[in-house]
């Protein structure tokens, strides 16, 4: 059983250009989590998402980030215009349901560099 | 709202040394606690969780009990190895109070020298 897949696991972009990070959770997982891990930090919680809805958005950004998780193909976090601040390791996980209990399931994440 | 708070790194052992690495937590609710290690340029992989007090969770030789009164986690093994050395995270999950994503802490950077 694959676990969770994230690419690319090294994104290199220059300020102003947008960045798309893609994640697919392990197989028969419907509940996908993001987090941001920047420099010396611990995780930061962003979004959490289940098939076509984003339940928990209250970590996300205001401004410049997206996040969907469609009905077919992997989930996506979009930032626009990425300024130098957005640099940092990009986490996915997932879970099969949304029990109270429920572990997460980590993949690789992505890191994003903006020049 | 919640928080994790664990010490901070580095810290350095000896190889069969024992280990303590100190974690504790506020939170409203009841939650499930979790012990998280990443390695080099890798993704966090779950180490052992407890779901309620007084739960010991274990693996590979780690243990931590969840301990409701002291509102702690702590993470122990008797004989670390130089396979150990990575960065552990004390994470915690609070869904009964309707929040959805884990609490991490700042992350305690281990190395075991041989």
């Known amino acids: 059983n694959a676990g969770v897949m994230q690419n690319p696991r090294h994104l290199v972009r220059r300020r102003g250009q947008e960045a798309r990070l893609r994640c697919s959770p392990m197989k028969g997982h419907s509940h996908v989590y993001w987090y941001r891990q920047l420099p010396e930090e611990g995780l930061k919680f962003m979004v959490y998402?289940?098939?076509?809805?984003?339940?928990?958005e209250s970590g996300m950004p205001k401004e410049r980030f997206s996040a969907e998780f469609p009905k077919e193909g992997p989930s996506i976090l979009r930032i626009q215009q990425v300024v130098r601040g957005d640099s940092a390791a990009y986490f996915c996980a997932s879970s099969p349901a949304a029990e109270y209990t429920d572990t997460q399931y980590f993949g690789p994440g992505t890191r994003l560099t903006v020049l | 709202g919640n928080s994790v708070t664990q010490m901070e790194g580095p810290v350095t052992l000896s190889e069969e040394a024992f280990l303590t690495i100190n974690c504790t937590y506020t939170a409203t609710g009841y939650p499930s606690l979790f012990w998280y290690v990443q390695y080099p340029g890798e993704g966090l992989q779950l180490l052992l969780k407890?779901?309620?007090?007084?739960d010991k969770g274990s693996n590979k030789g780690f243990e931590a009990t969840y301990r409701k009164e002291t509102t702690s986690f702590h993470l122990e093994k008797g004989s670390v190895q130089v396979s150990d050395s990575a960065v552990y995270f004390c994470a915690l999950s609070d869904r009964g109070r309707g929040a959805d994503g884990l609490t991490f802490g700042k992350g305690t950077h281990l190395i075991i020298q041989p």
């Open positions: 998402l289940q098939k076509e809805n984003i339940i928990d």
């Open positions: 407890a779901t309620k007090a007084d």
